[in-house]
């Protein structure tokens, strides 16, 4: 879902024409894909079994004019003239409106939030203050009063979050198997499902076997093969209007829409297949954070846009002139081809099918991820296929897990008419969601009058309910699929989040102080052992009891401390140089530390070496930025937390620097007036470690000292100290508690992966300590 050319758009104030058309170029293979092929089914869909056996030239014309009217008022109005301006620091979906709200509204659902955090540019610079309508600052309120409308977006958000990996399932399926079809013109009626179902699960198959690659290996196939294809429509189309049915523009009057309803029979059930016309519409914005609003807008609306049109117009052409004759694939896609270019047509309908598939697979590895980050999903591990594009990722654990209900999927239903009823389904959910959490936006964040507001809700709600109720008639005809699919993601991230913040509220309220920490020193006889150590917690304040019951059975910790708390705060993307907090904890003396490194729910995070060392020049730089210049001790600011950038990312800042022995003299490229501060030559090891230190400001003897301490203990090693707790309801608990606690929640803790795991730590560096936590 992203290509090199967009990753850098957001920082760009006025783009050229050249980089514009670029990005608009690639978004067509990466944005559109699943959207251009919703022809391969959405005619056949509607009339299959609904109203086919008796199907007019009324009714042809009708399904036209609600697929015209469909595309040009969602995709097109909603889509790409309002949502796309709802942003969030330049990224796109739902997560991103809910993020925005919670913002604004000062709502939060993480508990390790402080108020810090809202210090974050990409954090204030959405917050301009009250809403300057009354009606707006009144929800403001209400929203930061009550507790029970907080939860009921936090799952309208988690709805709509599900339904998307429900269509992560569901598309490449329709999808595939709606391009293989083809092979049924050229086949016996006995035959034909024998081969499609086979040749939809090998493709299938090798789809998913390929994503571990990366869509940067084989994303510049994407735009040309959606290009041909979609020229490849519109000249068809325009054969089919000219050959059969010029007229056929007529049934663009929203007239026949009325006609259609009133006189059709099951024309309320067919509305589920018409939906299916604006799929993949979401992936515009979702995939905002990879392309500017002004590309994708020129990409839909110059190409995309005509030639779905056409393609329709075409199809509704063809069978108004052949809807009569007794052919039992009359209604569909490949029958209004040409018979001599049907091969070609269905190779580059494949071809089209799985780039669609991709972008909705990589696009479900995306908001789980997002999930993730948030707290809402367990840890699962990320690959970042390509090194220069971030939102490029690979998830092993679903991926699988996705091909496996895929096929399911497939085989059980064995054709596209349940498919495309449970595809409709979570298509149109997924739109109501965006819609309600919209009509908040437009009030809370854009300070906009609530009747503009209500208007859009009510003018796009209208629409998109008429279109829910259509698919939820079709329950028992395979919408029940996403529903299924939805019940159990959310259970499982409810079940997550729950937990997750039972355990963090234990935590907070078993927390020890540092100066109880120290008092054992005397009684248990505590010795502080060379190296670094970096205990992981979840705490922002104080110090987590499983390290206190560490020290009292084993009474030894490293000479330097580092209390480690990685946590995501509600915006897509940190700066580098706010993603570092840093503070002592306790007296200076102590050399204990606390260190909060802030990511955004779309941030990568780095491998071991790169967080090393950022990490050791952080605190380096912390320790010699804390002499004041008007002369208050260092001391005076213990407790104190403090905003350290990235030091890999800023020139002018503490580096990290190993040499050889013999490698007096090296330096960073690009680093200039710099001093170096040494351990003295006898505890060299092989390796040395020095700190690259700038001229100015100059650093005090006491900041030398703990610069020097540092630097000895990082020679001496760095070790991971990780707490694994095994949490359980207390006694007393409800029924449901210990349900959740004790099976749902302890069973997901003990078989996903550690919060630290995207560090990519070698095993050999961790130390596990192990606790019970009732909770």
Known sequence: MDLEAGLHHNVIKKESWGTVLSLAYQSLGVVYGDLSISPLYVYKSTFDEDIGHSTTNEEIFGVLSFVFWTLTLVPLLKYVFIVLKADDNGEGGTFALYSLLCRHARMSSWPSSQLVDEELSNYKKDIVGASNTTFGASLKSTLEKYKVLQRFLLVLALIGACMVIGDGILTPALSVFSAVSGVELQMSKENHKYVEVPVTCIVLIALFALQHYGTHRVGFLFAPVIIVWLLCISFIGLYNIFHWNPRVYRALSPYYMYKFLKKTDGGFKALGGILLCVTGSEAMFADLGHFSQLSMKIAFTSMVYPALVLAYMGQAAYLSRHHNINNEYRIGFYVSVPESLRWPVLIIAVLAAVVGSQAIITGTFSIIKQCSSLGFFPPVKTVHTSSKVHGQIYIPEINWLLMVLCLVVTIGFRDTRHISNASGLAVITVMLVTTCLMSLVIVLCWHQHVILALCFVLFFG????????????????????????????????????????????????????????????????????????????????????????????????????????????????????????????????????????????????????????????????????????????????????????????????????????????????????????????????????????????????????????????????????????????????????????????????RNSRPPIHALSVPHASILEIAMVSYV
């Open 462 to 749: 209208i629409i998109e309910a008429l279109y829910f109720s259509a698919s939820l008639i079709k329950l028992l005809e395979g919408a029940w699929v996403p529903i299924a699919i939805a019940l159990v993601f959310m259970m499982l991230m409810l079940i997550w989040h729950f937990g997750t913040l039972k355990k963090y509220e234990f935590d907070v309220q078993n927390k020890v102080s540092v100066d109880w920490l120290l008092s054992l020193g005397p009684t248990l006889g505590i010795v502080r052992v060379r190296g670094i150590g970096l205990m992981h917690t979840e705490l922002v304040s104080g110090i987590p009891a499983i390290f206190s019951n560490f020290v009292t059975n084993l009474p030894a910790f490293h000479q330097i401390l580092v209390f480690l708390c990685l946590k995501s705060v509600p915006i897509p993307h940190v700066k580098h140089e706010e993603r570092f907090l840093i503070g002592h904890i306790g007296s200076s003396e102590h050399r204990i530390y606390r260190c909060i490194v802030r990511y955004g729910y779309r941030d990568a995070h780095k491998d071991n070496m790169e967080f090393e060392n950022d990490l050791i020049s952080s605190l380096a730089e912390y320790i010699r930025s804390q002499k004041e210049p008007n002369g208050v001790d260092k001391h005076s600011q213990a407790d104190k937390m403090v905003v350290v950038g990235s030091p890999s990312m800023i020139v002018d800042r503490i580096q990290v620097c190993k040499d050889d022995d013999d490698d007096d003299d090296i330096k960073p490229v690009g680093t200039s007036e710099v001093r170096e501060i040494q351990t003295p030559r006898e505890t060299m090891s092989r390796k040395k470690v020095r700190f690259l230190v700038p001229e100015s400001p100059t650093i005090d003897n006491g900041a030398r000292e703990e610069l020097q301490e540092l630097m000895e203990a990082r020679e001496a090693g760095i070790a991971y100290m990780l707490g694994h707790s095994y949490v359980k309801a207390k006694q007393g608990s409800n029924f449901f508690k210990r349900v959740v606690i004790n099976f749902g929640y302890d069973l997901l803790r």
